[in-house]
């Protein structure tokens, strides 16, 4: 962590590493276990709020790899998002959960795609 607060933002380099967690957000229907989450990024630079260089998240219902970034809100509560993201689902209802929302799987749960919209609301692309 190399962490500053410019006008009570913080800026600076991040460097994450979580083991058996899970992750929960308002547009997922169930919440996602992980046994590793590993992620670099730089809080306060290039005029978003997060440039994301990785992030791998390892468990028993996906794996995922992802870089992008979280941008300064346009509008408050609105955080744009640009992510690309390799997925791989390893579980069924999950699987289908997604394939019913309209994204694109192949035969053994893997997709490439990009995330946008904001964080509050995002959008696969």
Do not use: W
């Not at 046994?35 to 809080?43: C, N, T, V, W």
């Not at 941008?71 to 992510?83: I, M």
């Amino acid at each position: 962590v190399d962490l500053q607060l410019r006008e009570g933002v913080p800026s600076g380099q991040l460097s994450l590493a979580a083991r058996d967690g899970s992750i929960r957000h308002a547009a997922l229907p169930v919440a996602i276990p992980f046994s590793r989450l590993d992620a670099r990024l730089d809080l306060g630079s290039e005029g978003a709020v997060a440039v994301i260089h990785s992030l791998a998240l390892a468990g028993p219902m996906l794996e995922l790899d992802a870089k992008g970034s979280l941008g300064q809100p346009a509008q408050l509560g609105l955080h744009p998002l640009d992510l690309a993201l390799d997925l791989r689902v390893q579980n069924p209802l999950l699987l289908g959960l997604l394939q019913g929302a309209g994204v694109p799987l192949a035969a053994d749960g893997t997709t490439s795609l990009r995330l946008g919209g904001s964080l509050e609301a995002p959008q696969v692309r």
